[in-house]
């Protein structure tokens, strides 16, 4: 099989050929919609395929029908076909340049399936002499169309779908995220603009492409993208990592947004690492109370953990992305390509959350890093780092898409946050957040083994994996100046601090500590571990 096919795929063939089973499988295990373009002609007429023949011919109906089809491809969809929307020459002009899978099925198999499928209007009277006749009549036509033809048997439409998708271009991965506002996190490369043009509303005009300093380049590149889609587009700045998270960086970007006449069907793109993310998202869920929001993370750190999940937020003089909202992008952009150019200890920061998803949800994730070269863990073009950056962005997925405002399930990706903001509190910053994160996630497993939540050997596992990716698993500073940081963590309630543990690898709680308790367990760690 040489046909390398990528979204929108379109399938046609005859009556009964099994183009909308077989589609809806193939959309589900890509993680894109399913356009049946037949529901689509129901939807617009508000009656069905049998009733718009009845009542505006076979001439009405494919007139519907072609415009059900333009509106479908210009979607990032599995896209299922009416057996005779080929007959209609404008199908045929849009299906050009097209990937199209050709579903044929013998004939005998064919009567069987649509013998007595009444909804049929061609088929109604004598099904075995019309399909001779539509065969005779549209296989050129589907010939004429098709990138790749399939035989299709009376076996499962599984085995059909299971053939479709080997023949899928990889190019990009879809992860999708639920709740009241879903969206797609896209992984893979090339073409950002046409990705970020695609979720916008037919009425926007203007594109505010926030993005760090360092991202210059990449970000007049973004522009030439979408100005050439006919979009008008301000670049904006802002001071890198967390300096750029404060509210003189937020009011500088409201001015350029009001000065640039960001309205309210327009959008703000986020162009940059975590911080960008986060900031640039306030930005977005702030003015005129919300405009769409599109996250395009060059760090391996953002595209696992802040690019996703709608969590924005800027650093006050007492803690860490305290000032806030919840805001979901319309799509998050995870373009491999940003990586290349990333600083090998920023892409091992990055490692500290995809191996704190493993421990809490995700056991794979640990045995992929075990298992996996040091080079590969570390090399943008590696199957296995893509592996771990789709397996990390589908854990997030889960639990934010069952818990978007962090009522409850959501805590449990705080998993070693504790610690480690108040770590980066109070160093001021310098430290890489995975970084911090890895020796947040060490001292939680510490904590719990106090406990009996984890054993010995478990607590081994985590300083081996964090160790194995080259990140720090303990730290040296004053326990009183953490214990005051850790105070205005998120998770206090009632003065007292609230820990993300392990009860078992996999099996996070959340869980009321003394302040004693965690004293002692951080002088273990001054200790090493013993």
Known sequence: MTARLRLPVVLVGLPGAGKSKVGRLVAADLGAPHVDTDALVEAEAGMSVAEVFASEGEEGFRAREARAVERALGMRAVVSLGGGAVVTPRVRELLAGHDVVHLDVEHDE?????????????????????LRRLRAERSPLYEQV??????????????????????????????????AAPYDVLIGRGDQAGLVTEVLRPEATRVLVVH?????????????GLEDRGLAVSLADHPDAEAGKTLEAVARLWDEAGRFRLGRADAVVALG??????????????WLRGVDLVNIPTTLLAMVDAAIGGKTGI??????????????????????????TLPAADLRAGLGEVVKCGFIDD???????????????IDPGSSVLRELIHRSALVKARVVGADLTEAGLREILNYGHTLAHAIERCEDYSW???????????????LAASRGMLSQAEVDRHVGLFSRVGLPTSYEGDPEGLLDAMASDKKVRGGV????????????????????????????GARGGQ
Do not use: Y
Not at 110 to 123: E, G, I, K, M, Q
Not at 155 to 174: M, Q, S, Y
Not at 277 to 283: E, N, P, Q, S
Not at 497 to 524: H, I, K, T, Y
């Open 212 to 224: 760090a300093r360092a991202l210059e380049g990449p970000a007049r590149r973004l522009a030439r």
């Open 146 to 179: 098709e990138t790749l033809r399939l035989r299709s048997d009376s076996g499962p439409a599984r085995d059909v779908a299971d053939r479709i998708l080997e023949a899928v271009d990889p190019a990009w991965g879809r992860v999708r995220v639920g709740g």
């Open 273 to 286: 690492g975590g911080a960008t993310t986060d900031m640039a998202g306030f930005v977005a869920a702030t």
């Open 315 to 340: 650093n006050t003089a007492t803690g860490k992305n305290l000032v806030g909202s919840f805001h979901s992008p319309r799509r998050v952009v995870c373009d491999l390509t940003m990586l290349e």
């Open 432 to 446: 890489r957040h995975g970084d911090a994160v890895a020796v947040g996630c060490v001292f939680a497993a510490r």
């Open 363 to 377: 056991p794979r994730i640990l045995d992929l890093v075990e298992g996996a070269g040091d080079s590969e863990l």
């Open 110 to 130: 064919l009567v069987r399936r649509t013998s007595r499928a009444s909804h049929r209007p061609l088929l109604r009277d004598d099904p075995a002499g019309a």
């Open 497 to 524: 601090l609230r820990f993300v543990l392990l009860d078992g690898l996999q099996r996070p709680v959340v869980e009321p500590v003394a302040a004693d308790e965690v004293s002692a367990v951080l002088e273990q």
